[in-house]
């Protein structure tokens, strides 16, 4: 296990851009994994995409980002949390895009900074960092070692 801050952790990704494969949202929490519990929760998937629409067709497979994050996560010694804290680990809905005046959100992997505030990485910004209001959970990991 390695002695990573989580705040040396996202800034090291300031100036690294959003791309399949390389740093998407599963990315983005398995790298937090593997710097802090020194196992890669996608070691077996790492690099086998680089586009959209191949990192969708192994969410197919397992079954959705939902339960593909409740499966991997599990397997590294992660357990539901009902109360997240700075460091644990999440699946959010996040904001994507505007249509027609309504704000569409998909579930999308972030990290926990607080018990309030998450952070995730985006497509077009980078890393966010946002409270619940605008980064709702859907289901909170915490690692019980």
Request: proline share 5%; charged share 25%; glycine share 8%.
């Amino acid at each position: 296990m390695a002695d990573v801050s989580l705040k040396a952790y996202l800034a090291a990704l300031v100036d690294r851009g959003w791309r399949p494969g390389a740093l998407d949202c599963g990315v983005f929490m398995a790298d937090w994994v593997w710097a802090v519990r020194g196992v890669d929760p996608i070691a077996d998937v790492r690099g086998s995409y680089s586009t959209v629409r191949e990192f969708r067709r192994i969410l197919r497979r397992e079954g959705g980002f939902e339960k593909s994050c409740a499966v991997r996560l599990a397997r590294v010694g992660y357990t539901p949390t009902e109360a997240p804290a700075a460091s644990d680990l999440a699946v959010v809905l996040a904001p994507f895009a505007v249509r027609g005046g309504k704000i569409l959100r998909r579930p999308t992997g972030a990290i926990c900074v607080s018990e309030k505030l998450r952070a995730v990485m985006t497509s077009d910004l980078g890393v966010v960092i946002a409270d619940n209001n605008l980064l709702p959970v859907i289901k909170a990991y915490h690692h019980n070692g």
